[in-house]
């Protein structure tokens, strides 16, 4: 058990400092423990997968529900392969175009995955990840990595360190600092099990993309009552600043000004986060603006949400995003943040 113990920072922004924490993670993984790594889409709470009882930790840290399934992180198209009971040939035109990155394919599972890992179901969801640090980690441990994000159930996932630290600190004996995430916001899934691939949670790899390599792709279907997940991502309220969230849309800025009284919002604790119509206007001191680029607002949103909740703010208005397929993930996070508990 680790909680209430010290937790270990490392870097890794030298050659000498990124192979020592290479080296203390794998020992702390190999001894069956649950360490916080870096990826290039949010940082990751990892365990051995193939350790039910370390798996089990990550969901304790966590209190993550038992119903949710973990990705299994690879270094390679051959570990995957090993994870998977089958490799249709979707996984390799798919993998061909997106690995490594930010894609995670849910296939057959292999036997050698345990059931904790995948929620009881027969699928399991594979990621080769194109962090540096993380593929270092796993060639190192010979053994692929159980990774959810590393952040309490429900709340918001971290892109950098500090926001782990804020979460998980003695909970975890490592964190590892690999600096600022590049992408944002998790990983893209999609389902190969069918006659055609299916998306479960978008993400900035988006279906457009994934079409021209797959050349068909299955309607998108939610989750229903009593189903076995076949992917993280999936429940109603999910990435969840401790503020109330609100997605909005306004033309100027009486129209927010309109938007906040309806809202019935406390305005020196409401903070507005635009990309486009920005407000201009003194009664509002809590503004930050995003660029208006899906690339650029995935890297930043989390941390915006982090800063929110860090100053005290009682509700974050969003300003809606475009209803485009560059920025679908992006409004899936959105829209999880937004909903009722």
């Known amino acids: 058990m680790t909680d209430n113990r010290a937790t270990e920072v490392l870097l890794t922004h030298t050659p000498p400092l990124f192979l020592a924490a290479v080296r203390r993670a794998a020992e702390l993984l190999r001894a069956g423990e649950v360490v916080v790594l870096p990826t290039e889409t949010v940082y990751g709470l990892a365990a051995n997968a193939l350790n039910p009882a370390a798996v089990q930790r990550i969901y304790e840290i966590k209190g993550r529900p038992a119903h949710n399934p973990i990705i299994v992180h690879v270094a390679g198209r051959a570990m995957a392969k090993e994870c998977a009971a089958e490799w249709p040939v979707a996984a390799e035109q798919l993998a061909d175009a997106f690995w490594p990155g930010p894609m995670t394919m849910v296939l057959p599972r292999h036997t050698s995955i345990p059931d904790i890992v995948t929620a009881g179901g027969d699928t399991v969801g594979i990621r080769w990840p194109s962090h540096p640090f993380i593929q270092e980690v796993i060639k190192a441990c010979g053994f692929p990595l159980a990774a959810p994000s590393a952040n309490l159930s429900n709340q918001l996932s971290p892109t950098n360190a500090l926001h782990v630290a804020k979460q998980l600190a003695g909970k975890v004996p490592l964190i590892v600092d690999g600096g600022q995430a590049q992408v944002g916001i998790e990983s893209t899934v999609i389902d190969v099990t069918g006659t055609a691939p299916r998306v479960l949670r978008p993400g900035m790899i988006h279906a457009e993309s994934l079409l021209a390599v797959a050349g068909s792709l299955a309607g998108e279907r939610s989750a229903t009552g ?26 100027d800025t009486p129209g927010l000004l309109k938007l906040l ?19 201009l206007t003194t009664e509002l001191a809590n503004v930050s603006v995003i660029p208006h680029d899906a690339e650029a607002f995935a890297r930043a949103l989390y941390g915006e949400l982090h800063r929110c909740d860090e100053e005290g ?23 999880r943040a937004a909903a009722a508990s």
Request: hydrophobic content about 40%; charged content about 20%.
């Open 226 to 251: 009593g189903e076995v997940l076949r992917s993280p991502g999936l429940l109603q309220k999910h990435y969840s600043p401790k503020a109330r969230l609100v997605v909005g849309d306004w033309a």
């Open 261 to 279: 009284t309806t809202l019935k919002a406390e305005i020196s604790s409401t903070h507005i986060i635009s990309h486009t119509c920005i407000p």
């Open 313 to 335: 703010a009682s509700l974050i208005v969003v300003e809606a995003v475009p209803p485009t397929a560059e920025w679908q993930g992006i409004a899936d996070r959105l829209q």
